[in-house]
């Protein structure tokens, strides 16, 4: 069964910039989910699509936003590009089943703005 | 507000020696708690659901716990391919996937 694709793997940007990445789940998998991880903050949610509609948002500012498609895939938007914003950026899809549901991440798409 | 807290940030063994990483959390109602393994420059790689008090999970070397306030995961005579940064995370019942994780512990494991 494929994993969790991602991409592209490696993007770079200038400031004010945006960029889009996509994300392919694992098939069947109805959930996407977003987030970014740096070396200061880790891994922090940024938000979660089912059904093509967000389900919940982590904390960050309107710029970052997303969508998901009928057949599950995701994209997510960054407009803007702030110097802050590199980081790696992690999908994870998951069944959306009832009770403790695992999330399987991509490799990521490093982002680097310049 | 869901939080995890992993200790040590780092850790150093001998191959062979074993220890335990620390994840602490506090959720609001824990519907899973979760550990990954993550290698510099992927995405974390699932290894455990544990999601009851008092349960067990066991996968080669590694062993994980859960209480009510904090999981273990133990590493028995550990080789040097188990070094990686493991990472904690928490799923509450709120109605969504998101997961809250910790800051990671980094493993080297030196042969």
């Known amino acids: 069964k494929a994993g969790v694709t991602q991409t592209p793997r490696y993007l770079i940007k200038t400031r004010g910039q945006q960029v889009t990445l996509s994300c392919s789940p694992i098939s069947g998998h109805r959930s996407v989910s977003w987030y970014q991880q740096t070396p200061g903050q880790g891994l922090q949610f940024l938000f979660e699509?089912?059904?093509?509609?967000?389900?919940n948002k982590g904390n960050f500012p309107g710029r970052f936003s997303g969508r998901q498609f009928s057949n599950s895939r995701s994209e997510m938007n960054v407009s803007t590009l702030e110097l802050g914003d590199s980081a790696l950026y992690l999908c994870a899809s998951s069944l959306a089943d009832s009770g403790p549901d695992t999330q399987y991440f991509g490799p990521g798409t490093r982002l680097t703005v310049l | 507000e869901d939080q995890v807290t992993q200790s040590p940030e780092a850790l150093r063994l001998q191959e062979g020696e074993s220890s335990s990483l620390n994840c602490s959390y506090t959720?609001?109602?824990?519907?899973?708690l979760f550990w990954y393994r993550q290698d510099p420059g992927k995405g974390p790689e699932f290894l455990f659901t544990?999601?009851?008090a008092g349960e067990e999970k066991e996968k080669e070397r590694l062993k994980a716990t859960l209480t009510k306030k904090e999981s273990f995961l133990h590493i028995t005579a550990p080789k040097p391919e188990d070094s990686a940064t493991y990472l904690c995370?928490?799923?509450?019942?709120?109605?969504?996937?998101?997961?809250?994780f910790g800051k990671g512990t980094k493993l080297t494991v030196n042969p």
């Open positions: 995370a928490v799923q509450a019942w709120s109605g969504s996937e998101k997961l809250v």
């Open positions: 544990l999601y009851s």
């Open positions: 959720v609001s109602g824990l519907r899973g």
């Open positions: 699509y089912f059904s093509e509609t967000q389900r």
